[in-house]
């Protein structure tokens, strides 16, 4: 002998099953709400990098990585620093510091930047992006 | 039980929620052949409060500068906790939307429910649908990709077809010669502001004329009766009918969570179905990518232009059709609303359906 | 003078008819010239357009010099006007762009091999046809001319290791940006690890390019991990997200058993 549900029995089983559901659901929605808004551990804002400024010598380049691209910092002259994009704006090879004339050339199509990444010859069509360095103390502070 | 009555009760002598519930929601009574084409207005409803919320959240970090929207767009998308998930939530539940509301159109046409004294309902409804069309033309432009930028530029350029203002109307639209930061700023100043304001206008004005008048019943079935154009106001009751609330609400709710699941669907699944690659490179003036289309819902208006020789005429037979849609209520006043008392309209409906679907496709492989 | 203006005029009347439109506006006067000469004059022009020089838009005088604006001072030696390089002066004339390479190979084997007839860029990679460089310029018959093809075979099977890891890198890369996922800075990494390796290669050291291959294997290996974990988000996304359609789908189901609760008591 089966007891016979009535709709209103029926309907209070799907409800409390709806508001399981409904719950789950609903924090379903709210975690990638909160994790949204919520601030980043992440300071934000602040990538600077730090070179040692023995790194640099006079006339020479010094290659490291910048907001995770390579880039290149310089000392042309004495107490002069310079910090660019060591990413030829051609194509995207690493472009290469020649000491002996004191300029920046590209490997892959003889692209020719300046020590202050201006283009001098070849295809590029831009300059080298340019960043701010800062002496502080015995580093250099890019960014 | 006790606490839930003991709140309603604080709610109900200071506003007489009770006596709220029994006329608005329980005590409003919806034909009993009610079929389930009419959730489609509460689907709409709810995705376009999705696209609000969604919309909020992408406010917070998108740049309206032709120099820093791309660039936050993908910081949206890379970086932020889930903001991938809300701007596919904003940039598909816009498709979905267009899909919504044109099969809540389609069913309208189909059961003739503009007829008898629901003119203005059709009317404001119309008008959401090509508000709907500028917000999605608007919303498009923000991201500042290739895709953004040419559709815009092709988007806009349509207007120049019309005699002696058309040149001066295109500048107009783009606040310059060209697809620019000023179009940026316009377009986004309408699409998050201006528009969505008088879009909540518009469906309040819908929702009132839809609810004053009294829902049209489905011409079908033994009880269908031909609707009079009384002379006088008419309030069209449906005694003897379901409650709204709970009764219909729960089936509103199931298409809504079927929806959901859909949009979800392709968020997860098909992500690139409305992202083609113009869509992930930045914006330059100077190159045209191959194959720039607008989005389905406009490649009807594209292959009009493209087919009629002269534009001007390609954007009159556009404007003509479109202003006839608008004003079918109109045109069409015969009291019959059965399907298959209406040989003409039938005829005229399916063809035109065909038509757009013909067009449509077109557009997209020429 | 006026045997140059017969000539012009052939020219003219040859180009209006048998170039396209858009191609007139930007030909130098060199491909003007030239693709109304006969037989071997006229070759390089046909040749040139298949080109991958052709493509990136460099034309005759990005490698010949001469001034591609002016007929008379097109092969003037006062405008730049180089010629064409003798065997041995090859690499010399392709290396002013082409620098690492030129470095690289001008200190192998075959650079130093050269006054002898030591293979040249044109040798393997064409003059005016070249197209983008592949792996199939490295074969039994381009590399047996003058030396058994064993050393080429080495060098090319550790190629096809690394160019086979390159391009698998290169794939994922493109199917994420296509998910608009930011693989830029992948995507540069890829890009000077590959060139690096190709520019090495043409010193023809099979020891070099082993111990370069391993490097580059190992930076390729790197970016692959990164893409590997990419993916495995990407994963972890779509299963939650089929768990939530799941309980959507669910909950409607559930929305219609109550309506169909209320319909029975519709009913009476």
Redesign the interface.
Known sequence: MTAHVT??Q??KF??T??GG??A??GA?SAW??F????P?DTGGGSDQVSVPRADVAVGKAHFFQFR???AVILQPSPGDFIALSA?CTHL???V?WQEQAGEF??????GRFSAQGLVLG??PPKPLESFVVELDGDQLKIG | MQPIKMLVDFFDVRLGVRDLYDRELKGYLLPRNVNVWYTLGAVVLSLFSLQIVTGIFLLMYYVPDSEKAFASVQYIVNEVPFGWLFRMLHAIGANVIMIALLLHMLSVLFMGSYKGRREFTWLSGFIILNLTMGLCLTGYLLPWSQLSFWATTVATDAAGAIPVIGDYLVEFLRGGPTVGNQTLGRFFALHVVGMPLILIGLIGAHLFCVKRRGISPPPFGPDYRTTDELPFFEHEKHAGGIPFFPNYFVKDAAIICFFMAFLLAIIFYAPGMFFPESAFQPADPFLTPPHIKPEWYFLWAYQTLKIFPSEIVGLGVQAAFMTFLALLPFIDRGPERRPSKRPLFMTCYVLIILAFVAISVWGHYS | MSRSLCYLFVVVMVACWSMPAQLLAADSVCIQCHSGQAGALAAPVADWRTSVHAENGISCNDCHGGDPTDFGMAMAPESGFLGAPDYADVPAFCGRCHVGVADAYQAGAHGEAIEEGGAQCVVCHGNHAIQKASLDLINEENCSQCHSYERAALIRSSLVETDTLATKVEHDLDRLYRLGLNVEDMQGRLFNQRNSFHRIFHGVDVERVRQETSGVQSKLGEISNEVAAIDSTLEQRKLWGSVVIGLFVLVGVIFLLVRKTYEEEEKG
């Open positions: 709709p209103p029926r309907r799907l409800f099953m709806l559901l409904g789950l659901i379903a990638p709400v994790r949204f808004l919520a980043s995770s691209k390579p990413v995207g090879c690493v290469a050339l590209c490997p892959c199509h003889g070849g295809p």
